[in-house]
Nanobody, 120 residues
Framework: QVQLVESGGGLVQAGGSLRLSCAVS????????MGWFRQAPGKEREFVAT????????YYANFVKGRFTISRDNAKNTVYLQMNSLKPEDTAVYYC?????????????WGQGTQVTVSS
């Protein structure tokens, strides 16, 4: 069974930074593409970023380009999301998942999420 555990969320002021981590266990992490999604209260879960299993291919949602960076360390079975220049509208629960692309249907296993709150 694959397990994903996110960490690194918290409360930050607008303009600040956070680094989210997602530790994966249960299967060979290095063969998985990975993604980050987020869900704000009352809104649908939306795509943030995705990275191929080698790290060679990366895609971002338009609203995070230039501010967020997805990366992975296959030796540590971990995928990261570095978030800079945070805005109040980035407030959401952030989820990592195994899979590829911008559609939730392309993802199989999900973590429990980590809360990110950006104050103005």
């Amino acid at each position: 069974q694959v397990q994903l555990v996110e960490s690194g969320g918290g409360l930050v002021q607008a303009g600040g930074s956070l680094r989210l981590s997602c530790a994966v266990s249960g299967r060979t992490f290095s063969t998985y593409a990975m993604g980050w999604f987020r869900q704000a209260p009352g809104k649908e879960r939306e795509f943030v970023a995705t990275i191929s299993w080698t790290g060679a291919n990366i895609y971002y949602a338009n609203f995070v380009k230039g501010r967020f960076t997805i990366s992975r360390d296959n030796a540590k079975n971990t995928v990261y999301l570095q978030m800079n220049s945070l805005k109040p509208e980035d407030t959401a629960v952030y989820y990592c998942a195994t899979g590829w692309g911008s559609d939730r249907a392309g993802y199989e296993y999900w973590g429990q999420g980590t809360q990110v709150t950006v104050s103005s």
